[in-house]
């Protein structure tokens, strides 16, 4: 995972497209079966905050095997923890004394800003310099918070960190509100004026950032209005944060029977253990009890998500947008055709997520599947251990083929003096992992708990991936063009992901371990690909029929979900069974109310798989590869992600990127059948 938004001074873009809820970047995962968990759990830890999430990087946890194991006797004291696998936060500042220095300069450099306040209209020259003071601000900014946050991740326990991670982000609201001013007063200029210093070479780094100023020129209100809107927003997340308080706090679910017999208080934490149980019985009852809870309060949660989705709806008519989805798309300049082609391509393929189902059934020695059977492990785990510096080793051959300049910054960055990476678990010590770029000046910062298998690997290869890409970026980009969009952030990581599935499949030869692997892959798939384009599916369904004026009774909701989730198992065809109760899934997915998110953990997906797949081919791999560093991964945000993407051989406004991740899934599942099919001789 990334911490991750973009970095936009004063009014927020994002909320003039009329998005009520910044939602933050989730990541793609190798723990195939704590994958979904994950991006549901994370969402709802994160709830609470949604109105009042920092400019700082959003942190989200990440899973990974054993990360949310309890602390017990075995964990270290940070202090035993070789330093090697330590992290550096000198690199940011020598001692605490230098960052509170820092910290009062930074809030006695905000007078230089507000000097700014009401003169842009005088013209370029102090445009100029009132960009270049904010900007260089903000840059300071993001140091302070590197610095405090990771002084609190490495170790929660310690006060002193706990309370300089508050004072930081009271510097960020102070920061907020000493910048509200510029994008009004920018937007107040003519449209000549701004198309003008975006020409003009003095103006380059800020380019962009009034390129999209424009661009969103329309969709901006009068003064009045705006602020009339602004004062309506903060009604506009009641729905969200209701449903947050009362699936997190309030709603109770009814014990269960474990594989032991010994009864058990269900929990939202314990559903995503024992839906996995080996046990068919403890599984059934897991889910009845799980959704025949949600079930009890379906026409409140109907009525919650319907009011979140008809204040977006309100929002983006309020802004002159076509549809909540465009106004949503909007905030990344993305066509709503991305989006709509990304559901038509899933579906042409619901016959190989089909086929894999009808695998999944014959491994788990079943005569029929149903809703239930979907996340028991469809093979034993098998060993697969690997130390962190064999990991690190493993990493540099398994992504050779990404050339002699990546390799270099990725044997730097995981050099043990670097101070990049904090590998290992200690006591106080967050779980999951990150990585955070914004350090501009200095480095990436990468969090581990690894944990000596291919699970912690794969995370090593995933967070750097976010860091070659934070690395390279902040190198060739200027602070205002370095932060790139959450739209492309995943594509990086998983891409390694790939590559690190593809080196390890041609070294490992033991039948098991392969169809271990295999099966990674392909839940990875399916929770990812088929699963949240499901999802979206859905989401854009209730959009439409609200924007229709048809009722969001809990009845339609039911009804719509049943369909699509029907359609997607293949519940007709005979291949999985999902009973009338699963239409009341929705409820337990927080994502719904984040305004189409969902469909980026598919585009991320879906880009990575066809770029590796041009990275190792043996013809293209030396062009594709290069395309992809010097046209996206330099890139930053000198450009929308699409263009981005487009240019490093990726076009989401096709099929084409899906068909060839689907032939990636297909060719798995091919020989996992394979593999099956010889266990049988």
């Known amino acids: 995972m990334q911490r991750h938004t973009k970095r936009t001074i004063g009014l927020t873009l994002a909320a003039a497209a009329g998005l009520t809820a910044a939602a933050a970047l989730n990541c793609v995962t190798p723990a195939a079966q704590q994958r979904e968990d994950?991006?549901?759990e994370s969402k709802q830890e994160g709830a609470v905050s949604k109105k009042d999430q920092k400019p700082e990087k959003i942190e989200k946890k990440k899973a990974q095997a054993g990360s949310k194991k309890a602390e017990d006797s075995s964990t270290p004291e940070r202090a035993s923890i070789d330093a090697r696998y330590r992290w550096k936060t000198s690199d940011l500042f020598p001692s605490d004394a230098a960052w509170d220095k820092e910290r009062r300069e930074i809030v006695a450099a905000f007078k230089e800003i507000e000097a700014c306040k009401g003169k842009l209209k005088r013209g370029?020259?102090?445009?100029?310099?009132c960009l270049e003071r904010t900007f260089a601000l903000r840059k300071r900014l993001d140091l302070l918070a590197n610095y405090a946050h990771r002084l609190y991740d490495q170790d929660t326990r310690v006060a002193k960190y706990q309370g300089m991670k508050q004072i930081v982000d009271k510097v960020y609201t102070d920061y907020r509100e000493v910048t509200s001013f510029l994008e009004p007063e920018l937007l107040s200029l003519p449209v000549q004026a701004l198309q003008g210093m975006i020409k003009d070479r003095a103006?380059?780094?800020?380019?962009?950032?009034?390129?999209?100023?424009v661009r969103r020129k329309p969709h901006i209100l009068s003064p009045a209005e705006e602020k009339l809107l602004a004062a309506a927003s903060l009604m506009g997340d009641t729905g969200y944060n209701t449903y947050s308080t009362f699936s997190g706090a309030d709603l109770s679910f009814p014990t269960i029977k474990d594989d032991?017999?010994?009864?058990?208080?269900l929990t939202q934490a314990l559903f995503t253990k024992y839906r996995a149980s080996a046990d068919r019985d403890v599984r059934r009852s897991t889910f009845e009890a799980f959704f025949g809870t949600y079930k009890k309060y379906r026409n409140t949660l109907a009525s919650l998500l319907g009011a979140q989705i008809n204040a977006n709806i309100v929002y983006s008519k309020a802004r002159k947008y076509p549809s909540a989805l465009a106004a949503s798309l909007d905030a990344n300049n993305v066509p709503t055709a991305v989006y709509h082609n990304m559901i038509k391509a899933v579906n042409k393929h619901l016959p190989a997520l089909h086929r894999y189902l009808k695998l999944r059934q014959e491994l788990l020695g079943l005569k029929d599947l149903y809703y239930y059977d979907m996340y028991p492990p469809i093979v034993q785990k098998v060993e697969l251990k690997y130390s962190y510096d064999e990991g690190r080793k493993m990493l540099g051959v398994a992504l050779a083929p990404m050339g002699k300049e990546y390799l270099d910054a990725l044997d730097g960055g995981l050099s043990p003096k670097a101070g990049w990476?904090?590998?290992?678990?200690?006591?106080?010590k967050r779980s999951g992992a990150y990585m955070d770029g914004s350090a501009y000046a200095v480095h990436p910062f990468v969090l581990l708990n690894f944990l000596d298998d291919y699970s912690s690997v794969s995370t090593l290869a995933h967070e750097m991936g976010h860091a070659m890409h934070s690395y390279f970026s902040n190198k060739n980009q200027p602070f205002p063009k370095a932060d790139y969009s959450i739209f492309v952030a995943e594509v990086a990581s998983t891409l390694n992901e790939a590559l690190l599935m593809h080196h390890t499949l041609a070294k490992v030869e033991d039948p098991e371990k392969r169809l271990y692997l295999l099966g990674e892959q392909m839940e990875a798939f399916r929770q990812t690909i088929f699963r949240q384009s499901m999802f979206s599916e859905f989401e854009l369904a209730l959009y439409e029929r609200a924007e229709k004026k048809e009722p969001l009774t809990a009845d339609a909701i039911d009804q719509i979900y049943l369909k699509i989730a029907r359609k997607y198992y293949g519940h007709d065809k005979g291949v999985v069974t999902v009973d009338d109760l699963y239409g009341i899934e929705w409820a337990y997915v927080p994502h719904f109310y984040y305004n189409f998110y969902v469909f980026q953990y598919v585009t991320g997906m879906t880009a990575a798989t066809a770029l590796s797949e041009m990275i190792v081919d043996d013809k293209q791999g030396e062009k594709a590869r290069e395309r992809y560093v010097n046209n996206m991964l330099k890139a930053g945000a000198s450009d929308y992600p699409i263009n981005l993407l487009k240019r490093a051989g990726v076009d989401l406004t096709t099929t084409k990127p899906y068909d060839v991740a689907?032939?990636?899934?297909?060719?798995?599942?091919?020989?996992a059948e394979k593999l099956v099919s010889s266990r049988k001789k």
């Not at 103006?203 to 100023?213: G, N, V």
């Not at 032991?260 to 208080?265: D, F, L, N, R, S």
């Not at 990476?421 to 106080?428: H, I, L, R, T, W």
């Not at 689907?662 to 020989?671: D, I, K, N, Y």
């Open 662 to 671: 689907m032939a990636v899934f297909s060719r798995t599942l091919a020989e």
């Open 260 to 265: 032991k017999g010994a009864e058990v208080k």
């Open 124 to 129: 370029k020259k102090m445009v100029k310099t």
């Open 203 to 213: 103006f380059a780094d800020y380019d962009q950032y009034l390129r999209e100023i």
């Open 38 to 40: 994950e991006q549901l």
């Open 421 to 428: 990476v904090d590998v290992y678990p200690n006591k106080g």
